[in-house]
């Protein structure tokens, strides 16, 4: 946390803004007073930006803190571009528990939520986080990586609409199809035969055509043959086959649209990636490709002074889990509140690793052995890379198993002994 920026006397006026589609309810406290005044503000970028223009000229552009309940979004992509403005996101769980110390009733209204905010970030300014923004290529990767998951997200939704679709009238595709339903062939199998009436009236010379083009190996091509030949079909409904089949065309057509964005997004992930200063670091850990590295970059970025040790990635990521303790109890629970995407980036890395890594397989083997299930096996050892990772960062060194195996054999580490089992 920033000491300058967490000092109450650097502001010269405190707000709290309750955001929505639509509105936004702002209270505003200037420093030394306990008067706030109210605004509304409709949300349209002629109307924000006239208002806080306006607001930076009746300050003199002074430094402002202002608390919002979100760190991401469209207004906080506007309010970043105002150099006088100071963000300090607040947990939507952490007002709710202040608002309850008011109201019993834990009764929700907008403008009362605005005035709590500026109450907060007027009294506990020590307490709060401010929006650091990171560097364009940093920026640039966590975007692109987002956005990648979500669409890859999109297909996966998709091939499993599919899936259901096809099991109620032509389930041979899905046998010849096998796991990869989304892949360009399958679709553009789809798109050519939607039926099961379509492909077993197909000649084997046009079948072959077909799957040559889709460049199958002739093994693959003789086997799927052999499948359409001696498949029956699950209804001769004339009527549902056809009608059934203009949603398959669909779906696989939007499942090749799809792939081909994502093949748009590695490209460009890969070329920015490449470009960045410390994109080195994350492309030489195990397993991790471009893709991995660059959700993992546009975690760190490129300042320092982001994370002072890896138990503050812990924390930040949601890996860490919250320990309670009170009397005699003690309980170590799963953190809930965290970036969902950047925790979901460590833990999935961390099962990549498996494959690649000698200490994360033999880790993760201990840990199963000693009871654990796979994800709290997975999550300890994304949290033990958080630790490795952070230190590579810290020092802008590429990460080496070499040199971390010789550190384990220094330390007689326990999984040195998994190691040679595994080995």
């Not at 500026?118 to 560097?135: F, G, P, W, Y």
Request: hydrophobic fraction near 35%; glycine fraction near 4%.
């Amino acid at each position: 946390m920033n000491n300058t920026l967490n000092d109450p006397s650097r502001y010269c006026a405190f707000i709290g803004i309750d955001w929505a589609d639509k509105k936004h309810d702002i209270h505003i406290m200037e420093n030394g007073s306990k008067v706030k005044k109210h605004f509304e503000v409709q949300h349209h970028p002629k109307k924000l930006t006239k208002w806080f223009d306006e607001l930076g000229i009746r300050y003199n552009h002074c430094p402002i803190a202002v608390a919002i309940e979100t760190s991401r979004g469209p207004l906080i992509n506007f309010l970043v571009q105002y150099p006088f403005l100071t963000l300090f996101p607040v947990n939507p769980l952490s007002l709710s528990q202040y608002r309850k110390s008011f109201r019993v009733s834990s009764a929700i209204d907008d403008v009362n939520d605005s005035d709590l905010l500026c109450e907060m970030v007027a009294t506990h300014l020590d307490r709060l986080s401010c929006i650091k923004q990171d560097d364009q290529q940093t920026r640039e990767l966590r975007l692109l990586s987002e956005q990648r998951r979500k669409i890859v997200q999109q297909r996966v939704d998709i091939s499993n609409a599919l899936k259901a679709h096809l099991k109620q009238y032509f389930p041979l595709a899905i046998e010849l199809a096998g796991d990869e339903i989304h892949s360009k062939s399958v679709c553009e199998f789809l798109l050519r035969f939607p039926t099961h009436e379509l492909i077993t009236h197909a000649t084997d010379q046009k079948i072959r055509t077909f799957y040559r083009k889709q460049r199958c190996w002739k093994k693959t091509i003789d086997k799927n043959i052999n499948i359409i030949r001696n498949a029956k079909p699950l209804t001769t409904d004339s009527i549902l086959t056809e009608t059934m089949a203009m949603t398959t065309k669909l779906y696989a057509q939007m499942l090749l649209d799809i792939t081909n964005s994502v093949q748009e997004y590695d490209d460009k992930i890969h070329g920015k990636l490449s470009a960045h200063p410390d994109g080195f670091i994350f492309k030489s850990l195990p397993g991790a490709g471009s893709i991995f590295a660059s959700r993992i970059t546009s975690v760190y970025g490129c300042d320092r002074s982001k994370f002072n040790a890896s138990d503050d990635v812990q924390k930040h990521s949601g890996v860490a889990p919250i320990t309670q303790k009170s009397g005699n109890k003690h309980i170590v629970m799963f953190r809930i509140a965290c970036p969902k995407f950047i925790r979901q980036t460590f833990v999935e890395f961390a099962k990549l690793s498996i494959q690649h890594s000698i200490w994360a397989r033999a880790f993760y083997t201990m840990k199963i052995d000693r009871g654990k299930t796979r994800q709290m096996a997975l999550r300890a050892l994304a949290f033990k890379w958080i630790r490795i990772i952070t230190k590579c960062w810290k020092e802008r060194k590429a990460y080496d198993e070499l040199i971390y195996l010789k550190a384990l054999q220094k330390r007689k580490s326990p999984i040195l002994k998994y190691i040679t089992a595994t080995s």
